[in-house]
């Protein structure tokens, strides 16, 4: 069962998906949820089933205080890294939120001072507390729903299915075709260096 609160009720839990991806943003949720809200599903969104998810998704939506979701895209990340771009789409996701929380509730161990909020990192948060597990529900949502309009342009790569994550299927399509504009140029794509002719 995951916990409601930390210390405050309006506290907003936040975290982010996409950060081991060849391709495509890291998306970042913040979500602040009421103090009567309850649900047996909600988990952390690797643990439930995409159709769960989806079906968890408009529920948080309309049951929340107030929540936000932003994208950071693979430019900004390829300029700043992955880690600082994944704390900075949870900082844009909390200026989305219409009320300033009293706490912040960070899944991992990595976070950056937001404003004048106080912030506690929680290892594994997502599975701990309900506002990281719904935050991490909504950043896995919208970015899978991210990932299959993209793989409309480039069905080659699969991204509906794999969303960007460095599967067998996705590097042998990488081998074959190269990379995107939506391929992220600062990871190494392929496992092992590929030798140039000369």
């Given at each position: 069962m995951l916990k409601k609160w930390y210390k405050f009720t309006d506290e907003a839990g936040t975290d982010e998906a996409g950060r081991g991806c060849l391709a495509?943003?890291?998306?970042?949720?913040?979500?602040?949820?009421?103090?009567?809200?309850?649900?047996?599903?909600?988990?952390?969104?690797?643990?439930?089933?995409?159709?769960?998810?989806?079906h968890l998704?408009?529920?948080?939506?309309?049951?929340?205080?107030c929540y936000s979701v932003c994208h950071v895209f693979e430019q900004e990340i390829d300029s700043i890294n992955i880690l600082n771009a994944s704390i900075l789409a949870m900082h844009?996701?909390?200026?989305?939120?219409?009320?300033?929380?009293?706490?912040?509730?960070?899944?991992?161990?990595?976070f950056k001072p937001y404003k004048n909020v106080a912030y506690e990192c929680i290892i594994k948060g997502d599975g701990k507390f309900m506002s990281i597990a719904a935050a991490s529900?909504?950043?896995?949502?919208?970015?899978?729903?991210?990932?299959?309009?993209?793989?409309e342009e480039y069905p080659m790569y699969n991204w509906k299915k794999n969303k960007g994550y460095p599967t067998k299927e996705h590097r042998e399509a990488i081998k074959k075709y190269g990379i995107t504009k939506y391929h992220r140029k600062s990871f190494r794509q392929l496992p092992e260096q590929l030798t140039l002719d000369f």
């Open positions: 495509g943003p890291v998306t970042a949720g913040a979500i602040i949820l009421p103090e009567d809200f309850h649900n047996e599903v909600l988990n952390d969104s690797k643990q439930l089933t995409e159709l769960k998810r989806e998704r408009p529920l948080l939506e309309d049951h929340a205080v844009r996701a909390l200026d989305g939120l219409e009320t300033t929380p009293s706490l912040i509730l960070v899944d991992g161990n990595r529900v909504l950043a896995k949502t919208y970015r899978d729903e991210y990932m299959a309009q993209i793989h």
